[in-house]
């Protein structure tokens, strides 16, 4: 069974840094790329930022280019989202996902892509 934990949320004031991880387990983990969403509250779930099987090539949605990173550690399964200069406009619940296809070098912005979902961490950005 696939299971996709993200943790580190929190309330955070504007200008300031958060970290996500999202621990992996039940798959190969370094077979899947990997992606961060997130939905505010009344929007569509959006596009963050997507990481290839190995690290290297990232690949960041403009709203996040330059102040978002992310990185993975495939010995712990895991990937994380080092957030910094954030912003109200960065509330939402975050969620990390497991590419659909298995080996692909892609990286993906499409939701549709994406097979294994997490439950969320909650980022509330205050001004």
């Known amino acids: 069974q696939v299971q996709l934990v993200e943790s580190g949320g929190g309330l955070v004031q504007a200008v300031g840094s958060l970290r996500l991880s999202c621990a992996a387990s039940?798959?190969?983990?370094?077979?899947?790329?990997m992606g961060w969403f997130r939905q505010a509250p009344g929007k569509e779930r959006e596009f963050v930022a997507a990481?290839?099987?190995?690290?290297?090539?990232?690949y960041y949605a403009e709203s996040v280019k330059g102040r978002f990173t992310i990185s993975r550690d495939n010995a712990l399964n895991t990937i994380f989202l080092q957030m910094s200069s954030l912003s109200p406009e960065d509330t939402a619940v975050y969620y990390c996902?497991?590419?659909?296809?298995?080996?692909?070098?892609?990286?993906?912005?499409?939701?549709?892509?994406?097979?294994?979902w997490g439950q969320g961490t909650q980022v509330t950005v205050s001004s």
């Open positions: 039940g798959l190969t983990f370094s077979n899947y790329a």
């Open positions: 996902a497991a590419d659909r296809q298995q080996w692909t070098n892609t990286l993906r912005s499409g939701a549709r892509e994406y097979e294994y």
């Open positions: 990481i290839r099987r190995f690290g290297g090539n990232t």
